[in-house]
Each structure stands twice: as structure tokens, then as C-alpha cells.
């Protein structure tokens, strides 16, 4: 369904309600559908850079599926990696007593793993760090190449200038603008200014129907729209 037509049936059921509020509202319930469904999946891609070991995930990445480095499957790593050998200096430091020395080894051995709305890719090279008497056999990445993430995900938000000329959640498989405008509407009937709890609860009710429609959807292995998004994640 085309952005514009769910556009304009939340505001027939709220013409008050400014422009930009309902564009945010959308927004929102294909947030939601996503994040609770694995309806929407997105690949994202940048260079990695040498001797870097984390990239910070865009924070509409809900599930990480398969990380690639040039186009080889990477293993996502088990258990925990003991030293950090990429943040030497802390922000707004000058203090390099703690760096650790440069890299100068390289392994194809490589995986990924999460933290703390980063993705880290790192190399498994025997003894590769030693502080404070403790030993890694884990480095940051040591080349330069093409990292892929196909994650699932919720697509790049709409704007005010786009609305007229982009569909919601455009390459998922499945119509589920309805479901989006239902969002909408129940929101906008909890809001003090139109409070209709009947009515709220109803769209709601709606609403939940597309969420189960798109896990089942999910579930069946048809939800891809193979999109690549560049630059950071």
C-alpha cells in the first residue's frame, strides 16, 4: 500500500492531527510489526578498515542472520573475548600508557559477535594479545574488505517529502499498509484530545491481526526483499 493512502486514512479518522505526527505514527507501527515479526529482512554493507574491530548496528537492526566478509561466511563467535585491542585510547584521553602494540599479524580464521549495539569481527591469531599477565587469541580484523549483514530489520523511515511517493514497507512480502493505518488510527483515539477507548481498542485488535499474519508470513520463509543499504550500520 502506498504511504500516501495509509496517510489518508488515519487522518480521516483524525483531521486534526498535524502532518508530521502521522508520518511519525506510521513510522512507529512498522517499527513495531517489525521488530515483532521476522517480516522484513535488510542486508546493510560497508569496508571494513584495518585494525578496527567494532561497527556500530543502526539501531532498526532487530536481528543479525549472517555477517559475510568478502562475500566468505563469517562464524559467530561462542563465549567471550578477554582484551580489546581496538579502543586504546579512552575518549577525550591523551593517555596512551595502556595501548596495546600495533597489529602486524593476519589470520583468515575470523568471526563476529555482538556488543552493546556494535558488531565486532576479529581474527583468531595464537597469542595474539597479553595484558595485565592475561593472554587473547582474538585481534581486531586485520584487512580491509567488503563486510555484509543480513539482518531482519525495519526499513529507513519516511519523511513529510517522501510520503506522497513511497510505499510502506516496499520489497516485504505481503500488504500490510492496512495493518500500519490501523496502528494509526488506535493511536490517535488514545490521545486526549480524540479518546475513544471503543474505538482504540478495536484498531488495536486489527493491528494484532497483521502481527500475527506477518509472523505466519515470517515463519514460511517469504519475508526477504534483499535490499543493501551502504555506508555505517
Known amino acids: 500500500m502506498k504511504s500516501q493512502k495509509v ?32 517480516i522484513y529482512e535488510q542486508s ?12 556500530t548496528l543502526d539501531p532498526k537492526i532487530y536481528k543479525i542472520l549472517k555477517v ?8 559467530r563467535l561462542q563465549g567471550q573475548v578477554m582484551i580489546d585491542d ?16 600495533s597489529i602486524s599479524t593476519t589470520s583468515n580464521n575470523r568471526y563476529w559477535y555482538e556488543d552493546l549495539g556494535r ?6 591469531v595464537s597469542r595474539a594479545i597479553t595484558r595485565s599477565n592475561k593472554t587473547s587469541d582474538y585481534q581486531s580484523v586485520n584487512v580491509v574488505g567488503l563486510l555484509r549483514i543480513k539482518t531482519y530489520s525495519s526499513p529507513t523511515d519516511l519523511t513529510p517529502s ?9 520489497g516485504a512480502k505481503g500488504d500490510f499498509g ?9 493511536h490517535g483515539y488514545r490521545s486526549p484530545d480524540n479518546l475513544n477507548l471503543q474505538q482504540a481498542e478495536y484498531f ?28 555505517d550500520f
Do not use: W
Not at 86 to 101: F, K, L, P
Open 204 to 231: 488495536e485488535a486489527r493491528f494484532e491481526k497483521g502481527v500475527k499474519e506477518a509472523r505466519k508470513l515470517g515463519r514460511s520463509g517469504y519475508a526477504s526483499n534483499g535490499r543493501i543499504m551502504p555506508v
Open 178 to 186: 492496512k495493518y500500519i493505518a490501523d496502528y494509526g488510527i488506535a
Open 68 to 75: 559475510t566478509l568478502d562475500e566468505v561466511l563469517l562464524p
Open 162 to 170: 517522501n510520503i506522497e511517493t513511497s510505499t510502506v514497507l516496499d
Open 86 to 101: 581496538d579502543e586504546i585510547v579512552e575518549s577525550g584521553s591523551s593517555d596512551t600508557s595502556n595501548a596495546i602494540t
Open 7 to 38: 496517510f489518508e486514512l488515519i487522518k480521516r479518522h483524525h483531521p486534526s492531527m498535524p502532518g508530521q505526527e502521522v508520518v511519525d505514527i506510521i513510522n512507529d507501527g512498522v517499527d513495531e510489526l517489525c521488530r515483532r515479526t521476522d
Open 44 to 55: 546493510y554493507s560497508q569496508d571494513t578498515v584495518k585494525a578496527q574491530r567494532y561497527y
Open 119 to 124: 558488531i565486532g569481527i576479529v581474527e583468531k
